[in-house]
């Protein structure tokens, strides 16, 4: 049942989550030596420029599993190709721990506040909207992080795979949708992804609230 203000808590962090996710990729690869993304135009945190439709509406079903519109990249520009698309693969997923970390610093601030905007408490919905922002960030690290083609996983992995099995491993990536769809039709996906999910996000709220 859709719920309206579930939707507008849940939006802001799902849109920065894909956002920074896709950012990261393409400037990591910028750094590397690709202009690809900035002549793409992919080079910003405008949402608009990398929501891909069905993986922002996945997303936010699941808060967990969802993807963007991938930003394009030229291994061919790279000093180092195998290396170096595994350094930019990881930095999405790595920029959603980070985005989950911030969020958990700001839900165990505003948990601790008492903030009134006109006799309406403002903290409760700032610490919900927060709190789903750990969770979808790691949900959204840990399900890229699948060593399943086309997700980042697979290209951080196959640096580390024999030289003979690279190519046809990422060519593998039609059959890698099939294997994410019957994984999250079966149910084995979100038993696989939830208890992650669940075990770092508790550690973060735990850890933040330290600070």
Request: aromatic share 16%.
């Amino acid at each position: 049942m859709f719920d309206l203000k579930i939707f507008l808590f849940l939006t802001p962090p799902l849109l920065l989550a894909l956002t920074v996710h896709e950012f990261s990729h393409g400037f990591v690869a910028y750094v590397l030596g690709d202009p690809t993304p900035k002549l793409a135009d992919r080079l910003t945190l405008n949402p608009i420029k990398h929501l891909d439709f069905f993986g922002t509406i996945t997303l936010f079903i699941t808060q967990a599993i969802g993807w963007a519109k991938p930003v394009p990249i030229n291994p061919n520009y790279f000093k180092n190709p195998w290396r170096d698309m595994a350094l930019v693969s990881v930095a999405g997923p790595f920029s959603n721990i980070i985005l989950a970390f911030l969020f958990g610093l700001a839900f165990n601030l505003f948990n601790n506040l008492n903030l009134n905007f006109q006799n309406f408490a403002i903290s409760e919905p700032l610490a919900l909207m927060c709190y789903l922002g750990v969770k979808i960030n790691i949900g959204l690290g840990i399900f890229n992080l699948l060593p399943i083609p086309p997700l980042d996983g697979s290209k951080i992995i196959v640096k580390f795979l024999p030289l003979s099995l690279r190519v046809s491993y990422l060519k593998s990536e039609i059959f890698g949708f099939l294997i994410i769809i019957f994984l999250a039709m079966t149910g084995i996906l979100s038993k696989i992804i939830y208890p992650v999910i669940t075990f770092l996000s508790d550690f973060i709220f735990f850890l933040t609230n330290i600070f």
